[in-house]
């Protein structure tokens, strides 16, 4: 009786297997034919792309999960930043800044249609910002958003907004990838809110998303009514591929035509690729700057020969090259001179010196005694802690290396690792000693970088604090943002610049950049000016 | 077994409770505030009244107390809120992941129980030989090689090799064989083990002996006894280890660009998406709840011993 029984649940847990496991197979085979098709529509004119995370929603006016490159190949700016900082007419092919730089006026572009075939004119950019303007409160990182008084359509394809007060960076801020950029009426909701979604992803850029399947990959097919230089390439595929090792081994198998940002496989990878010589690879000029900053604020670091000294024993020019492989570049100054108003700067370059260091140490009151290896000063050790993002293999090797290298002037560095909403929230409260930091890049710096320290509850404003020209260095910065007259933007950005690195409690370590890696029928490739653009401009790919 | 079953989904409570009790504390103990992480992963620097309305958006600035019976509360009405991060709603955001990593979660499970199965009987049987051997090397191998790195070698010769297999991507079988290895391979090790090892003990048994005695053909005291006594513990291995199935489905997801729920959860844990985390832990906590007593139930049928204890003296 009971055998029977026995037997039977067996058999049928056998066979509750069988069926999933057919099911299974069932729901893939459909599947099968489709993906087959797929692989022969990988020609010659399609580009095949990775990135960590899924494209998103492609709202031009939200932050996450969107991702800017994806948004940046649909929707497009007034204006584009372009190689050395330079803004160009993009949407708008001229403008004019009223003398009391509070008037803007853009001639827009005529001819340019969105993707469903809808007109791009001076209404749908006055819509574009209202909806922008109505969730004021989430662009307010952005200087000019909360200055705009009124927006107006003077005509068919003139557009005007007036602000409280000037703002000089307001065409620079209008190049980022978000939220200013244009999406055509049918893609707006009922109630013109875009803050809660969109319906349709249509924009006037030159590619047009086809398909998208969430977490697995994208297609956008090339834009044929663009008004602008029409892509070579058909079709872009971006794979979602979260993981950096697999992102490498499918580009090795060539499933992969392009792998393109910072950060996206590990130096190892890039360079054990680049020794193949199977590929082609490249560097691009710098978009951001990793520093170190020093908490003025903290009994140790406020003296100016202690912060010093530890920049005169940081032997940047190795330690950037043996960490970053030379993928990153040695940063004399705090902005590279590549971003507007940087050319200029005039700050004396430290170059290591160990003696110097030890002396300034000296100096200082920091002595080393007699049979230890950490200086002390009044009985205290001279013990630092330097904060990194643990997930960041760069930051972590330099801080080991940093711990290695100012053990030798007798400096003890505890360094201590964090995940990144930890790391911005111990800055931004003033809770650390020392923390890396990277600049926003272009096209947000310089104003955005110095309006940063200026503000308080972000790190730096509390990190300079013992700064004795703080006071003045404020106001320069709240000066500058508002100045009409480009010569004396110009001196105010060189004094600026100049003296905050002078101070030397915000040491530029390297020259971010990013990194493109791709097969050999794959040609003209360019790194976009804008650190947050896509890169398929111009893109070829077969003969 | 009616009331059996009946007494055990009660204790389904309390153990519920105690888990959201659980995550609830553990996220906020943690010190990092779900807005700014929001912001920080949107590449903002957040303004403080930025800050101030994310807080408020997602309910943050409420006493802690509120917060937590709010959550118990949709919780029991099977409503997980929404997902700080997409706006969208949780369960929505999860639902449409789930089937990627049931489908994974079921192939390893198949091939864990149609790998182990005859390797750790034989292996059992014939202790010392060849079979035994490589039975043993496996279940080393499998227990030892962190999955991580078992993918990538899969990944390195199955496909950038041997160019048999995907190397990443969901959509064909060919898609899912190298995934649900990897997956399977710590399962195999173990099950193996446990199989041989109880075969083993079985062998010791006076049954066997008695069995033999009575001139029962090997093939059949091996088959109809030794193996179904043996299989029980493996059983019980089983139930325990579906919701481990689930949990070590986020790094083969990972590896594999499989887009399953495992890979969303490591983005949620990233992004201090607080209800995605919360709906996972549930989840995982009602996986296990649920196989363990499945898994109960089901050894009642095999064993019947185990029903009747206690009732013996009725």
């Known amino acids: 009786m009971l055998h029977t029984k026995n037997k039977k649940l067996v058999l049928l847990i056998f066979i509750i297997f069988l069926t999933v496991s057919i099911v299974l197979i069932g729901c893939t085979s459909q599947s099968v034919e489709k993906s087959e098709a797929d692989a022969s529509t990988e020609n010659s004119h399609m580009i095949t792309f990775s990135w960590p995370r899924d494209v998103g929603e492609m709202n031009p006016h939200a932050y996450n999960p969107s991702q800017m490159f994806a948004q940046s190949m649909v929707y497009e700016p007034l204006v584009s930043y372009e190689e050395g900082g330079e803004l160009k007419p993009h949407l708008a092919e001229s403008w004019e800044v009223s003398d009391d730089g509070k008037e803007y006026v853009f001639n827009l572009r005529q001819g340019v249609k969105f993707s469903d075939g809808s007109n791009f004119n001076a209404e749908i950019v006055k819509k574009n910002f209202d909806t922008i303007l109505d969730n004021g409160d989430r662009h307010s990182w952005l200087g000019f958003i909360?200055?705009?008084?009124?927006?107006?359509?003077?005509?068919?394809?003139?557009?005007?907004?007036?602000?409280?007060?000037?703002?000089?960076?307001?065409?620079?801020?209008?190049?980022?990838?978000?939220?200013?950029?244009?999406?055509?009426?049918?893609?707006?909701?009922?109630?013109?809110?875009?803050?809660?979604?969109?319906?349709?992803?249509?924009?006037?850029?030159?590619?047009?998303?086809e398909e998208h399947k969430v977490d697995q990959?994208?297609?956008?097919?090339?834009?044929?009514?663009?008004?602008?230089?029409?892509?070579?390439?058909?079709?872009?595929?971006?794979?979602?591929?979260?993981?950096?090792?697999?992102?490498?081994?499918?580009?090795?198998?060539?499933?992969?035509?392009?792998?393109?940002?910072?950060?996206?496989?590990?130096?190892?990878?890039?360079?054990?690729?680049k020794s193949t010589g199977s590929y082609e690879t490249s560097i691009s000029e710098p978009v951001a700057t990793?520093?170190?900053?020093?908490?003025?604020?903290?009994?140790?670091?406020?003296?100016?020969?202690?912060?010093?000294?530890?920049?005169?024993?940081?032997?940047?020019?190795?330690?950037?090259?043996?960490?970053?492989?030379?993928?990153?570049?040695?940063?004399?100054?705090?902005?590279?001179?590549?971003?507007?108003?940087?050319?200029?700067?005039?700050?004396?370059?430290?170059?290591?010196?160990?003696?110097?260091?030890?002396?300034?140490?000296?100096?200082?009151?920091?002595?080393?005694?007699e049979g230890k290896d950490i200086r002390e000063k009044d009985g205290k050790p001279l013990e630092i802690e330097l904060m990194y993002n643990s997930a960041e293999s760069i930051q972590k090797i330099m801080a080991e290396a940093l711990q290695s290298e100012w053990a030798k002037i007798g400096v003890k560095l505890?360094?201590?690792?964090?995940?990144?909403?930890?790391?911005?929230?111990?800055?931004?409260?003033?809770?650390?000693?020392?923390?890396?930091?990277?600049?926003?890049?272009?096209?947000?710096?310089?104003?955005?970088?110095?309006?940063?320290?200026?503000?308080?509850?972000?790190?730096?404003?509390?990190?300079?604090?013992?700064?004795p020209n703080k006071d003045e260095l404020l106001s320069q910065i709240a000066t500058v943002q508002q100045t009409t007259d480009e010569n004396e933007r110009q001196e105010l950005y060189t004094s600026i610049l100049g003296s905050l690195q002078e101070q030397g409690a915000i040491v530029p370590i390297?020259?971010?950049?990013?990194?493109?890696?791709?097969?050999?029928?794959?040609?003209?490739?360019?790194?976009?000016?804008?650190?947050?653009a896509h890169p398929f401009t111009g893109i070829h790919i077969g003969e | 077994m009616g009331t059996y079953i009946v007494k055990r989904m009660l204790t389904i409570v309390p153990i519920f409770l105690i888990a959201t009790l659980i995550t609830f504390g553990m996220i906020h103990l943690s010190p990092v505030d779900p807005a700014e992480a929001y912001l920080a992963a949107a590449n903002i620097q957040p303004t403080a009244e930025m800050l101030a309305q994310k807080r408020q958006e997602f309910g943050l600035d409420q006493p802690l107390l509120v917060q937590y019976v709010n959550s118990v509360i949709q919780i029991s009405k099977f409503d997980f809120g929404v997902s700080y991060v997409t706006n969208k709603p949780v369960w929505e955001e999860v639902s449409s992941r789930l089937p990627a990593t049931i489908e994974l979660t079921l192939?390893?499970?198949?091939?864990?129980?149609?790998?182990?199965?005859?390797?750790?009987?034989?292996?059992?049987?014939?202790?010392?030989?060849?079979?035994?051997?490589?039975?043993?090397?496996?279940?080393?191998?499998?227990?030892?090689?962190?999955?991580?790195?078992?993918?990538?070698?899969?990944?390195?010769?199955?496909?950038v090799k041997l160019d048999l297999f995907p190397v990443e991507g969901i959509g064909t079988w060919k898609h899912l064989v190298l995934p649900a290895i990897t997956l399977a391979l710590p399962l195999i090790a173990l099950y193996t083990r446990l199989l041989r090892a109880s075969v083993l003990e079985n062998l010791q048994e006076p049954y066997v002996l008695f069995a033999r005695t009575r001139g029962i053909h090997e093939k059949s005291i091996m088959g109809k006894h030794v193996l179904r006594s043996a299989i029980s513990p493996m059983i019980t291995g089983l139930g325990m280890n579906l919701g481990k199935l689930m949990t070590g489905a986020?790094?083969?997801?990972?590896?594999?660009?499989?887009?399953?729920?495992?890979?969303?959860?490591?983005?949620?844990?990233?992004?201090?998406?607080?209800?995605?985390?919360?709906?996972?832990?549930?989840?995982?906590?009602?996986?296990?709840?649920?196989?363990?007593?499945?898994?109960?139930?089901?050894?009642?049928?095999?064993?019947?011993?185990?029903?009747?204890?206690?009732?013996?003296?009725?």
């Not at chain 2, 998406?273 to 709906?279: A, E, K, L």
Request: glycine share 6%.
């Open chain 1, 414 to 467: 505890n360094i201590d690792g964090v995940e990144l909403p930890t790391q911005v929230d111990r800055f931004n409260n003033n809770e650390f000693e020392m923390n890396f930091y990277s600049t926003s890049g272009a096209p947000y710096d310089p104003h955005y970088f110095i309006n940063i320290v200026a503000t308080e509850g972000f790190g730096f404003r509390e990190a300079i604090s013992s700064y």
């Open chain 2, 107 to 159: 192939a390893s499970l198949v091939i864990a129980i149609v790998v182990s199965i005859p390797l750790g009987f034989l292996a059992g049987v014939r202790k010392n030989k060849e079979i035994d051997h490589f039975s043993r090397f496996l279940s080393y191998f499998g227990a030892s090689i962190p999955s991580f790195w078992f993918g990538y070698l899969l990944i390195f010769f199955f496909s």
């Open chain 1, 510 to 532: 390297s020259y971010i950049r990013q990194i493109a890696i791709y097969q050999k029928d794959v040609s003209n490739f360019s790194f976009p000016a804008n650190r947050d």
């Open chain 1, 290 to 369: 990793r520093i170190l900053v020093m908490n003025t604020n903290k009994e140790t670091l406020s003296d100016i020969k202690v912060r010093q000294a530890l920049h005169y024993a940081f032997n940047k020019q190795e330690i950037v090259e043996s960490v970053t492989s030379n993928l990153e570049e040695k940063a004399d100054t705090i902005l590279s001179t590549n971003f507007p108003y940087t050319s200029n700067v005039e700050a004396t370059t430290i170059d290591y010196d160990v003696n110097k260091a030890e002396q300034l140490l000296d100096d200082a009151g920091w002595k080393m005694p």
């Open chain 1, 217 to 273: 990959y994208a297609t956008f097919k090339r834009n044929e009514d663009y008004w602008g230089e029409h892509p070579s390439v058909e079709q872009i595929k971006v794979k979602v591929i979260p993981d950096a090792e697999t992102r490498v081994l499918a580009f090795e198998k060539g499933e992969l035509d392009v792998i393109f940002g910072e950060g996206v496989i590990n130096i190892d990878a890039f360079n054990q690729l």
């Open chain 2, 250 to 314: 986020i790094i083969v997801e990972a590896v594999f660009s499989w887009p399953g729920f495992g890979r969303y959860f490591i983005e949620a844990i990233f992004n201090r998406d607080v209800p995605v985390i919360q709906c996972y832990v549930l989840l995982a906590a009602g996986l296990f709840l649920i196989s363990n007593l499945i898994v109960d139930i089901i050894q009642m049928y095999i064993d019947p011993r185990i029903s009747r204890e206690g009732r013996q003296f009725q």
């Open chain 1, 146 to 209: 909360p200055l705009i008084d009124q927006t107006e359509v003077v005509d068919e394809y003139t557009f005007k907004f007036t602000l409280n007060e000037p703002y000089y960076p307001t065409i620079q801020e209008l190049a980022n990838v978000r939220p200013v950029r244009f999406l055509g009426e049918a893609g707006f909701p009922e109630d013109g809110d875009t803050s809660e979604g969109v319906e349709q992803p249509i924009g006037t850029g030159p590619w047009v998303l």
